[in-house]
């Protein structure tokens, strides 16, 4: 009962935000196009200042678990391979087989990943998710690029290979992990003199501090629960996948690799990591790279909204274990 009640209160306030964001969308306190400035404020700067803050402050390179960094990065592009060898077997139509694949390993590492693992293992949790952030971010553009080309003629005249790796770099959210590398690298040189009370650390930490409610509250807002009839099929693989077989795999894997890779402490990250759902941008790189952008849209919101019964289960069990 107390593993329940300790996964209750790590997800309901992510819950309830998420609720009232639904809420006051419906009941009209807010339109569509407050939800895209709410979403553009999150991404360009809020959710920026939160990683750039927790990198350039994160004390000493010996609290990363590089072995679990590079366990993570294997695992992704393992999922990737197997989704290419068992999507011909699943029936589905030739559109659909890249989005199905891509929402395999593209889960929302920052607007889900990043409040779950800093409510379950506070600033050390943060610090561990935003650094798998840095790598595995890059390598899932390359390797969702790499899935759609696989699926479409090379003749198609949908966005380029250069020119999303482009807007991938420039992006804010890598541009803040990148500033945020440097100023971690040169601490020795700054730290003496922007203390954590200097001004602006003041003022980055309460920017920092709107980055979780308010992309939950986006979140909710966002929903719109529109008929799924044509995409039964992929919509229960996808959904199946990514809350249930992906994150069972992952982490019985995770736990028979214990002697050999340092998960202490790295729990609430893997957690946050392979238990989230499809992340809000495969619906965008979807329509950049010709694929069909409804279904992908449909696997965002029903694994975000199934996500919290998954989760639940998931931090009982990991609470029961007594790894969190």
């Known amino acids: 009962m107390a593993n329940m009640s300790f996964a209750f209160n790590a997800l309901a306030p992510l819950l309830v935000l998420a609720l009232i964001g639904y809420v ?20 360009y700067v809020a959710l920026p200042v939160l990683i750039f803050k927790t990198l ?40 659909e087989k890249p989005v199905l ?44 690029i790499f899935t759609f080309r696989f699926y479409q003629n090379e003749s198609d005249d ?45 003022t980055l930490e309460m920017i920092s501090a709107t980055a979780t409610p ?27 996948a990514r809350l249930l077989i992906l994150p069972v795999s992952v982490f019985s894997l995770a736990l028979l690799l214990q002697p050999w890779i340092r998960f202490e402490g790295t729990w609430p990250s893997m957690i946050a990591i392979f238990a989230s759902p499809v992340a809000v941008s495969t619906v965008a790189v979807t329509q950049g790279l010709g694929g ?12 975000s909204a199934l996500a919290m019964i998954s989760m639940f289960i998931y931090i009982s069990v990991f609470r029961g274990l007594g790894l969190l």
Not at 223 to 232: L, Q
């Open 214 to 240: 308010m992309a939950l509250i986006a979140i909710g807002g966002s929903f719109e629960f529109t008929r799924i009839k044509s995409f039964m099929r992929p919509l229960f693989i996808g959904v199946s």
């Open 56 to 95: 350039a402050t994160i004390q000493g390179g010996e609290v990363i678990a590089w072995d679990v960094v590079l366990f993570s990065v294997v695992v992704l592009l393992t999922i990737m391979v197997l989704g290419f060898l068992i999507t011909p077997f699943l029936g589905l139509k030739q559109i």
């Open 101 to 144: 694949v891509q929402s395999f390993f593209r889960g929302n590492f920052t607007l889900i990943g990043i409040p779950l693992a800093l409510r379950l293992g506070g600033e050390e949790a943060l610090s561990m998710i935003i650094i798998l952030n840095a790598a595995l971010i890059p390598l899932t553009n390359i390797v969702s």
């Open 292 to 303: 069909d952008e409804r279904l992908a849209s449909q696997l965002v919101i029903w694994t």
């Open 24 to 43: 006051l969308k419906r009941r009209g306190f807010f339109s569509d196009g407050f939800t895209m400035f709410l979403n553009k404020y999150i991404f």
């Open 158 to 202: 949908h966005l380029s290979f250069f020119e999303l790796m482009r807007e991938t770099m420039r992006n804010p959210i890598m541009m803040a992990m990148a500033l945020g590398g440097v100023a971690f690298l040169t601490q020795s040189f700054w730290s003496p003199t922007l203390t954590s009370e200097h001004v602006v650390f003041e």
